[in-house]
């Protein structure tokens, strides 16, 4: 399996940009996929982790209210909206997918699957 995040890119405090992560099978409908970021110098942290089989979302606090994560089981795809982003957005974006989300919002209780990662730069 492989995934393949894309969509980053430089966007200017309190714009918007939309991720997606492809898988190369069908593994979406069955699986959690989830979004992690680290930025420069800092460790990774979980941002927002769908569910596989009933679409369950869930959220670090600091991205709730702005990011919104949502999948296409028939494209094998996962999208995060980032809505009005700041200067704490600006990360590397990777995607990632296991057998269910973690106890921790936005994170999974394993991965199996990592894609390479997107980055997003939030201009101030």
């Known amino acids: 399996v492989q995934l393949q995040a894309s969509g980053g890119g430089l966007v200017q405090a309190g714009g918007s940009l939309r991720l997606s992560c492809i898988s190369s099978r069908d593994i979406f409908s069955l699986n959690a996929v989830n979004w992690y970021r680290q930025a420069p110098g800092k460790e990774r942290e979980g941002v927002s982790c769908i569910s596989g089989i009933n679409g369950l979302t869930y959220y670090r606090d600091s991205v709730k209210g702005r990011f919104t994560i949502s999948k296409d089981n028939v494209k094998n795809t996962v999208l995060l909206q980032m809505n009005s982003v700041n200067s704490d957005d600006t990360a590397k974006y990777y995607c990632?997918?296991?057998?269910?989300?973690?106890?921790?919002?936005?994170?999974?209780?394993?991965?199996?699957?990592w894609g390479k990662g997107t980055l997003v730069t939030v201009s101030s």
């Open positions: 990632a997918t296991g057998p269910s989300c973690g106890s921790i919002p936005g994170t999974l209780y394993v991965a199996h699957y």
